[in-house]
């Protein structure tokens, strides 16, 4: 099975419920959900949540991650510090179209607390439907992982 077709999906246990819709959301499109949790409502701690599922998109078993926390920053930034993640969060659709298009991001975060269902969906749609431009945006995309030494 090759990842061009896998989406690493984690959150905390605030986004649990949002999650599990993102879920159900891209299956229905024909993505194949790698969904690592968590699966109930105990606190977890969105670091550990995000760099599990980055390491998934870094290792080639997935193509892309969706993670998810309060406010998104958090689980971002953990998920950023795992080398050759490139991931945003948006709180609107042309943020998500521009990661993609502009900055070849491997990996989206929504907060569950900015959001609601409906546009979260937009949003994912909106990422996963958008392409790569290349030319002087993959100079830039080398520059910045020449940063990850």
Avoid at 31 to 47: A, C, Q
Avoid at 112 to 118: A, F, S
């Amino acid at each position: 099975m090759t990842a061009t077709n896998r989406i690493a999906l984690s959150s905390d246990h605030a986004a649990t419920q949002l999650r599990q819709a993102i879920a159900g959301h891209i299956a229905a499109q024909g993505w194949i959900v790698v969904d690592i949790g968590p699966t109930t409502p105990e606190s977890t701690h969105y670091p550990q949540r995000g760099e599990a599922a980055a390491r998934l998109v870094a290792s080639g078993d997935c193509r892309f991650g969706i993670i998810l926390c309060g406010t998104g920053q958090g689980i971002m930034m953990a998920a950023n510090k795992v080398k050759g993640i490139r991931c945003g969060v948006c709180a609107d659709t042309f943020s998500a179209r521009m990661i993609r298009q502009h900055n070849d991001a491997n990996m989206l975060s929504i907060g569950v607390r900015v959001v609601g269902e409906g546009l979260a969906l937009d949003i994912v749609d909106a990422f996963l439907t958008a392409r790569f431009e290349g030319g002087r945006h993959a100079t830039r995309v080398g520059m910045i992982e020449a940063l990850e030494g």
